[in-house]
């Protein structure tokens, strides 16, 4: 019996009330038609409603319509489990969220990714301390969007007298899934996309439920013609296969018009890199040449979300991209990451590997980050720091969590105000032209994504990098080690500090050659890492 059928016959292999999990992040491997018919098919029919989704990424990037859009109907869904969120882009999904119509809990993308690996190979759970002293921790919320989310998906336990969190499998009765060609019984590769993003482990974890896996594919080759070293995803576990010809790798911009794709990005092919331009020099470029500061000789790196993504054009301006190793939580291992060149965070050019997501934050959970450069959302005078929650902007963590609970340096990167700053360089000096409206270092933290207690505990070294001052954990919190030369202390710091700012009896300017064009020299430079 063939598995391939329309994508209207498969979306009726949903029944209501089930838990249905989707698979991909922003552009990258979003199941773009599937979740389009789905939509419609309620809008329609009523049905499939009820639905507990378990999102471990964030599917769509079209402002305000598809990927988590399509589910921001009233009837359709009654929880949500997930581990990011744009208002950006799917602001009518968190404006239901918002209602207390659906209960929703946040955790962290690893261990939603470990979730479904506990899952398809019949474990009882994940046990991890990734979380603990955060807001996803039982004590703390326990990961909850509203009012009406009272049964947090997780326990605190004791193993040997230490705290861990534990989080149950989770049986997923649908799967949507999407990969590049299907041959006739299902097996699946991978050839034109960027990331592969826990498909493999979605499927796997929906058939030990005994549910229904749906893959949707640009092409369908015939059987037992795929090269066996390309398939991700095996036959036996997708029951329904669904043709979209017209499936873009990611957006049009991204894709190469000779290919319709971009091999680039999919480690087909190597592209040049000479034409990619040094940023200019600014604020950003100097705060950005101060992080790269923190680099050695060696080190395995992680990027996350914000300024800190551009770190690698420094790298690449400076000679050193090769003598690091760029890695992000969708699975790249070097490279280039696309926002070089204003693309998606998610893929990068001249992967040196693209791994699947259960290896990669098995990698972070296991300590093989030498450093990490993350976004600074709020800071306050303990040192923890929020990312996850303003207001009404639900983000959730991402892989924030997992990533800073092993990585030994920390280094968060991000302008000290925020709205409306605008700022120049005069002569290698920083002038502030107009303050932000918000200030980002704040008495208290809407919410913990970061516990800089914990983190002193494990012996982790933390910087906070900003545009005009550089700060480290220290004892009470942060402490002020270097201020960019032009600045004054009291005037653009002290009074933009929603706490009472503590000074190194060492402060120091930091280097003027920050704030200068000509190259730092990194190339003859740069310290030797512990594994150089």
Request: charged share 20%; aromatic share 6%; proline share 6%.
């Amino acid at each position: 019996m063939s598995k391939i059928m329309s994508a209207t016959d498969a979306i009726a292999l949903i029944p209501d009330g089930c838990t249905l999990g989707v698979t991909g992040t922003g552009p990258a491997l979003e199941p773009d038609l599937l979740l389009a018919t789905l939509e419609q098919r309620f809008l329609t029919e009523g049905r499939p409603g009820a639905l507990s989704l378990f999102l471990p990424m964030l599917p769509g990037d079209r402002k305000g319509e598809g990927g988590l859009n399509s589910f921001a109907h009233k009837g359709m869904m009654r929880q949500v489990m997930g581990a990011s969120f744009s208002r950006a882009r799917h602001p009518a999904f968190l404006d239901i969220m918002e209602t207390g119509e659906v209960e929703g809990y946040i955790t962290g993308m690893g261990t939603m990714i470990q979730i479904l690996t506990a899952t398809g190979s019949g474990k009882p759970g994940v046990v991890t301390k990734v979380g603990l002293g955060t807001f996803i921790d039982p004590r703390h919320g326990g990961g909850a969007m509203n009012a009406a989310s009272v049964s947090p998906p997780v326990r605190l336990i004791e193993i040997e007298g230490e705290e861990m969190l534990f989080y149950p499998a989770q049986k997923i009765d649908v799967a949507l899934i999407r990969g590049t060609t299907a041959d006739e019984n299902g097996y699946v590769s991978f050839e034109e996309e960027t990331n592969t993003l826990g498909a493999v482990e979605m499927a796997l974890a929906c058939k030990a439920s005994g549910g229904t896996v749906i893959v949707q594919v640009k092409r369908v080759a015939r059987a037992g013609s795929l090269d066996p070293r390309t398939v991700r995803i095996p036959g036996p576990l997708i029951d329904a296969i669904v043709v979209h010809p017209a499936q873009t790798q990611l957006s049009p911009m991204m894709a190469d018009p000779a290919h319709g794709w971009n091999p680039f990005l999919a480690g087909a092919l190597k592209r040049p890199l000479d034409d990619i331009r040094p940023l200019p020099l600014s604020a950003e470029k100097a705060l950005l040449r101060r992080a790269a500061l923190e680099l050695r000789e060696g080190d395995v790196i992680n990027l996350g979300a914000g300024v800190a993504t551009r770190l690698p054009i420094v790298a690449l301006e400076e000679g050193i991209l090769d003598r690091v190793t760029f890695t992000n939580e969708h699975g790249i291992f070097g490279g280039l990451m696309a926002t070089a060149v204003g693309g998606s965070f998610v893929p990068a050019f001249n992967a040196d590997a693209i791994m699947d997501s259960v290896f990669q934050f098995n990698f972070y959970d296991g300590g093989g980050l030498d450093v990490t450069f993350l976004g600074i959302g709020q800071v306050d005078g303990s040192g923890n720091l929020n990312v996850s929650r303003f207001g009404a902007e639900v983000n959730g963590p991402g892989g924030f969590i997992n990533i800073t609970s092993k990585t030994r340096r920390i280094v968060f990167c991000g302008t000290l105000t925020s709205g409306g700053l605008r700022s120049r360089i005069d002569e290698g000096r920083l002038r502030i032209e107009q303050e932000g409206r918000f200030g980002k270092f704040v008495p208290r933290v809407e919410e913990v994504t970061f516990n800089a207690a914990e983190a002193r505990a494990r012996g982790q070294e933390v910087l906070y990098i900003t545009d005009r001052a550089v700060f480290r954990l220290g004892e009470t919190g942060p402490e002020l080690i270097e201020i960019a030369p032009g600045i004054d202390l009291d005037r653009d710091i002290r009074s933009r500090v929603g706490f009472e700012l503590a000074v190194s009896p060492r402060l120091s300017v930091m280097a003027e050659a920050l704030f200068r064009e000509p190259l730092l020299g990194l190339a003859s430079s740069l310290p030797k890492g512990d594994r150089a």
